[in-house]
């Protein structure tokens, strides 16, 4: 190790969240470039360097640091070159240049002190003598606390975050109860404050520690599983084997008695909300989100009153005009949508949703209606901008993102609201299966009453990747007009892909053989053969088959472990797809290597992550914010000096990552059913042998098979198929909405 002493001239790159910095430090003219991680420092600073030289092959020699120590000025030259580095606002070179002349070696004491003295220098008023004091009594009070922080390993942009909420509170709530910031600061969840908790000697059995836990495993049940309550015994028994630490004699025990006597306590401080005769446990922003969503429904499903004779005319014209002839449930889904305040159209592949919707616009068109269309992802609006010939928005955007996160409710802030209402006589919903409650609420609060509110998807695909079941609830619960299309038109009748997912979704057996033009079976009976065929699909014969790209065809999954889950079969894809070479970098991200090239998936939504749209020569000309749980895309380039990561995703959005956000993503060579749902592919490829019942089921299957656009494989066993087509098991998911919705009707 090596050491020597220096100024921070200049700080080239600083990643906020983790400290890592580069930066160009100075001594007696001659300039080092030091890379590290500093929990605060600021440009002229004085610091002690601890590391070694080290050669990067693009930026040339530098100095990796280890440890760096603040040492205070120690000639009046120092003192002046940090005052006037900027360190310190409101005093510039020319004002430091004074203080020092005029105080000499005791200037630092002069600031901390005797700050007042400060209005003895020309051009400083007592005022601002105050305010530089404060501000520099400021400094020391942040650098402390994040320096005490730091011993907890939180980062030094959350770091800052929680000294903004409690100033010099914080010692004491680390001491007495680090189980609040899990309450107060967004980015904290139990976890890292059990963790703190530990460090600091909170007591296992605390009521403070069981109570931030019965929240977290409401939290987490609604985050990982969908879930928008909990039943009350479910609930104590996850919190126990969250909780119960190693059985040692001097650590008492959690009893069922305790998580109880919490959760009324928990009711009583409405944080939760227990249903008396249920015992169903929301936390209290799932039952108020749910609850708002039944009354803003009702309030929409205004009964219109036209003349029946004048909409079947408008509705041959529709007809004629668009040389189309409507089955009598496509009728009826138009007439409804004219009636209706809230209308629910489902049907599965192949049943005329599309011209369902196409000849609803047709109809609002011709009566100067404005119309608004939208879909959860941006995949799904591109395939419904294409479909319709009108703009589809994400409903993220037609919403107006703006960026800013707001509680635990996982919900994003949007600037159409009920202040700022959406301006339109008809909105059109697609895939809407995919709408979770919080986005749900969101698009209800952002509608007039009087608007026509059209929900359009498929209600046997899986249910939303977050919280709650928003489609299925508000069809079981009879309280709005839902029309079911079930013909399947001729040209889709010539497609094996929409007849089997038909035969799948009523439980009958389907026909599996390797000779069909767009629903491939190839028998496989272990593992590494199937692996195998897997390839050669991607990389060799679907990408011709099918006019696309390899990266565009998608492998899909049942489950995350085991031989043939994505965990697997992602590494051995990228092995093969986009293996390692010189002058390709690559960096690890927990088990996996990410590498320039490689196909990821972002896993969580993020909607203060910016964005822009590139021009083919790279020129910017649209940005925005917001990237959502299940946008694909290809990894551009890894920056090691800048820590930073690019990537395009399928929609165009090119996104800059910092290493530590790098947590957000996966490979995505493979990708589970779950997060498939919504997006079309060219091609799926579906390895199938073994795997949990509750995962191998008719449901899964189904939403599989539905997500091929032109040509879908089978890699594996005919009786594993076949018994998925009779398992109807399916993983319960808890949602009250559709007892909200009936107890206000």
């Not at 046997?460 to 928003?470: C, E, T």
């Amino acid at each position: 190790m090596e050491t020597f002493k220096a100024y921070v001239d200049r700080i080239i790159y600083r990643n906020e969240d983790n400290g890592y910095t580069v930066l160009s430090a100075e001594e007696n003219g001659c300039e080092t470039v030091c890379v590290g991680v500093f929990q605060f420092i600021e440009e002229g600073e004085y610091l002690n360097f601890t590391g070694e030289f080290v050669f990067h092959p693009t930026y040339g020699e530098q100095f990796k640091v280890d440890h760096a120590e603040l040492i205070a000025p120690e000639d009046v030259y120092a003192i002046e070159r940090y005052l006037g580095s900027g360190a310190i606002k409101g005093i510039g070179q020319v004002t430091a240049h004074r203080i020092v002349e005029k105080f000499g070696e005791d200037t630092l004491r002069i600031l901390d002190e005797e700050p007042e003295r400060l209005a003895e220098i020309k051009g400083i008023t007592l005022l601002r003598a105050q305010e530089i004091a404060a501000q520099q009594e400021e400094k020391k009070d942040l650098r402390k606390a994040l320096m005490f922080l730091g011993e907890f390993n939180i980062s030094n942009k959350m770091a800052v975050k929680i000294y903004a909420q409690y100033r010099d509170r914080i010692y004491q709530i680390i001491r007495e109860n680090p189980y609040q910031l899990a309450d107060d600061i967004l980015g904290i969840g139990f976890k890292k404050a059990d963790e703190i908790a530990f460090h600091a000697g909170i007591a296992p059995n605390s009521d403070f520690r069981i109570r931030s836990c019965i929240l977290h495993e409401l939290v987490s049940a609604a985050s990982s599983e969908g879930h928008v309550f909990l039943p009350e015994e479910i609930l104590i028994q996850r919190t126990l084997m969250t909780l119960q630490p190693p059985i040692v004699d001097d650590i008492p025990m959690i009893e069922e008695s305790d998580i109880r006597r919490n959760i009324m306590d928990l009711a009583i401080e409405r944080k939760i909300v227990v249903k008396n005769d249920t015992r169903n446990i929301y936390y209290n922003a799932y039952y108020y989100t749910e609850a708002g969503i039944a009354r803003m429904l009702h309030q929409l499903n205004l009964k219109g009153e036209t003349d029946e004779r004048e909409i079947e005319e408008k509705i041959r014209h529709v007809e004629e005009s668009e040389q189309i002839t409507l089955d009598d449930l496509q009728k009826e889904a138009v007439r409804q949508a004219v009636n209706a305040g809230v209308l629910v159209i489902t049907g599965g592949p192949g049943t005329g949703k599309t011209t369902t919707i196409n000849s609803i616009i047709k109809y609002f068109q011709e009566d100067y209606k404005e119309i608004l269309l939208a879909a959860p992802t941006g995949r799904a609006a591109k395939r419904m901008t294409e479909a319709t010939g009108w703009e589809a928005k994400t409903i993220h955007r037609m919403l107006d993102l703006s960026g800013e996160l707001t509680d635990t409710s996982e919900g994003a802030r949007f600037d159409r609201n009920e202040d700022n209402p959406l301006e339109a006589d008809v909105i059109i919903i697609d895939e809407m299966s995919m709408v979770d409650m919080f986005l749900m609420s969101a698009l209800l609060r952002a509608i007039r009453p009087g608007t026509r509110l059209i929900l359009v998807g498929d209600v046997d695909q899986l249910p939303s990747v977050g919280a709650g079941n928003v489609l299925k609830d508000i069809i079981d619960s009879g309280c709005f007009n839902t029309v079911k299309l079930s013909k399947i038109f001729r040209q889709a009748e010539e497609s094996d892909i929409v007849m089997n997912a038909h035969k799948i979704n009523r439980g009958e057996e389907i026909e599996l053989r390797p000779d069909s033009h767009d629903f491939i079976f190839i028998k496989r009976d272990n593992p590494q053969s199937i692996l195998s065929a897997v390839l050669g699909l991607v990389r060799d014969k679907l990408p011709a088959y099918v006019k696309a790209d390899a990266s565009e065809v998608q492998v899909l999954a049942p489950a995350k472990k085991g031989a043939l889950g994505i965990n697997f079969m992602n590494k051995f894809l990228q092995e093969n797809l986009n293996p390692a070479r010189p002058g390709k970098k690559e960096i690890p991200v927990g088990d996996d290597m990410f590498r320039e090239g490689d196909k990821v998936m972002h896993i969580k939504n993020n909607y203060n992550l910016e964005w822009e749209m590139r021009t083919k020569t790279g020129f910017a000309y649209d940005a925005g914010k917001g990237i959502f749980n299940g946008d694909i895309g290809v990894i551009e380039k890894i920056n090691e000096h800048t820590q930073m990561v690019g990537v395009c995703f399928d929609d165009g959005k090119h996104v800059i990552y910092s290493f530590d956000q790098l947590e957000e993503l996966v490979l995505a060579y493979a990708v589970t059913i779950h997060k498939s749902q919504g997006s079309e592919y060219p091609a799926v490829v579906l390895p199938l042998l073994t795997g949990p019942e509750l995962l191998m089921n008719r449901n899964i299957l189904y939403t599989a098979v539905t997500r091929a656009k032109t040509c879908v494989c089978i890699v594996g066993s005919e009786e594993t198929v076949k018994r998925m087509i009779r398992n109807i098991r399916e993983m319960t998911r808890y949602s009250g909405l559709k007892d909200q919705l009936i107890s206000l009707s």
